[in-house]
């Protein structure tokens, strides 16, 4: 990943700000470490990317919206900056190909598990099935996340 720009420094400077104006219980309401990580991303692409480029002032503006009545954030202007930030993940994951963090390993034991209840179910014993179905999802899960980390494609 290349060196962060000065927005990035900026807004994390902000975010530093912010976290302290809201204190520490509540910052946790916010997800402001994935924000950062977003923002990361969101840096990363901009210049390449102009719905990227166009999200920076955006989250400029979450901020900077939230500064202003913090500590007494209204419940809506916080709903609005939480379904903001998954725009701004579900941008990174569709144009960019991005996910997060253990993704891989949700839905592989989903995947699995039903393999597993199949084969159980094929088998006549769901005690045998099942357990080998999450093994199978456990190991192909892993292996995902481990090509998407070696990729750098978790956020
Ligand atoms: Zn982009």
Request: hydrophobic share 40%; glycine share 8%; with cysteine.
């Amino acid at each position: 990943m290349p060196e962060p720009t000065e927005w990035y420094s900026n807004l994390e400077k902000a975010v530093a700000s912010a976290k302290e104006r809201i204190g520490p219980a509540d910052s946790r309401d916010y997800h402001f470490d994935r924000f950062l990580k977003l923002a990361r991303r969101v840096d990363e692409f901009a210049p390449t990317c102009s719905r990227c480029k166009t999200l920076q002032p955006e989250m400029d503006k979450m901020l900077a919206d939230m500064s202003v009545n913090a500590p007494q954030i209204p419940i809506n202007q916080k709903r609005a900056y939480l379904g903001r930030m998954e725009t701004i993940y579900s941008h990174l994951k569709k144009t960019h190909g991005l996910i997060s963090e253990g993704q891989n390993m949700g839905l592989w034991l989903a995947i699995g598990t039903a393999m597993g209840v199949a084969l159980g179910a094929a088998i006549q014993n769901p005690l045998i099935g099942i357990p080998i179905g999450l093994a199978v999802g456990f190991v192909t899960g892993n292996v995902m996340d481990a090509r998407a980390k070696k990729e750098g494609k978790i956020i």
